[in-house]
């Protein structure tokens, strides 16, 4: 199941935070990634599809060695935004920075 995998994933994972999201995976009460995978299970929406792409994005992310990092500027996530959004790519200042570019039609900012 891919709950399970998931939880694998993150035990096999030095990293602290890894080790605690594989405890929140295994608590299916939790409104984190135990969540977002028991949801996965029940439908494939386009949507769900996405959210499962971020799942597998955070997963590679954990075996580079770069998960918790934020991938626009490199500093590490913080532990309470890991633990509402396990899958966050960013930290929240680049993430409102990302909101708002796509907010404003993406204009290139070369
Ligand atoms: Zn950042």
Redesign the pocket.
């Known amino acids: 199941m891919l709950r399970e995998e998931v939880r694998q994933d993150l035990l096999k994972c030095d990293d602290d935070r890894a080790a605690g999201l594989a405890d929140r995976v295994r608590d299916v009460e939790d409104e984190s990634l135990a969540t977002l995978i028991v949801d996965l299970d029940l439908a494939d929406t386009d949507r769900d599809l996405e959210e499962l792409q971020d799942v597998e994005a955070a997963l590679a992310r954990v075996r580079e060695g770069t998960y918790g990092r ?1 991938m ?2 490199g ?1 590490p996530v913080p532990f309470e935004r890991l633990n509402a959004y396990p899958t966050a790519k ?2 929240r ?2 993430q409102v920075l990302q909101e708002k570019t796509f907010a404003s039609k993406a204009v290139p900012t070369l």
Request: include cysteine.
């Open positions: 934020c626009r500027c500093e960013r930290c200042t680049c």
